[in-house]
């Protein structure tokens, strides 16, 4: 089962494997995973925030990678030690930067499998699978890769929730619930999984 205090974002030297990847139609984000392309394309449908941000973000020239635990692989700081995603982790997003610190591409790392098979051991209905699928990208994809590519640099950091301050007052969180509300997906407040459809699922 998935742990309910897993953060949602970590940031990690990667490489990725991107061959055969479409572009998705909301916009320059680039995946080949059918559940992730199908998700952005329901939130690009449903988000008017989410298309005018895809809109400022086309026009730097700048992508989104969605990938899975399986396009990738983490290095250490110096890149000679390649090893597997943590799939513990629900999602993670990594800015790639050259040296100056400008950032042409972000990396979304979305553990689909991880939250697929858990909701099927719940027998929940594939609708609360997709809103879940569509929370995570929401957070990973508008709260956090959104601000570095209109950036371009590493300024465009919008953090999580610091250690002992509010949950709601963090740049991330508060991206986050913008896209939901729009998706009618709930408010999320706090820095765990709870708001998350599978982890009402657990309570009961």
Not at 32 to 52: K, Y
Not at 102 to 119: E, G, K, M, P, S
Request: aromatic share 2%; proline share 5%; glycine share 8%.
């Amino acid at each position: 089962m998935l742990a309910l205090a897993i953060g949602l974002v970590a940031v990690m030297p990667v490489g990725v494997r991107t061959e055969g990847s479409a572009r998705s139609e909301a916009g320059p984000f680039i995946t080949r995973h059918p559940e992730l392309q199908a998700a952005l394309d329901r939130i690009a449908r449903g988000s008017a925030s989410w298309r005018a941000a895809l809109a400022a973000v086309a026009g730097t020239g700048r992508t989104a990678l969605v990938v899975t635990p399986d396009e990738v692989v983490v290095t250490d700081a110096g890149g000679t030690a390649p090893s597997a995603f943590d799939r513990s982790e629900v999602a993670a997003v990594s800015p790639m930067s050259d040296d100056t610190g400008r950032v042409r591409a972000v990396l979304v790392v979305v553990n689909v499998d991880q939250i697929q098979a858990a909701h099927e051991r719940l027998s929940s209905l594939p609708g609360e699978f997709h809103a879940d699928l569509e929370r995570v990208l929401a957070h990973e994809v508008y709260g956090h890769a959104v601000p570095y590519l209109l950036a371009g640099d590493l300024s465009g950091r919008c953090a999580d929730p610091a250690p002992g301050t509010p949950a709601a007052h963090a740049c991330a969180i508060q991206r986050e619930n913008v896209i939901r509300a729009e998706l009618r997906l709930g408010r999320r407040i706090d820095g765990t999984l709870s708001s998350l459809s599978l982890a009402r699922l657990l309570r009961h």
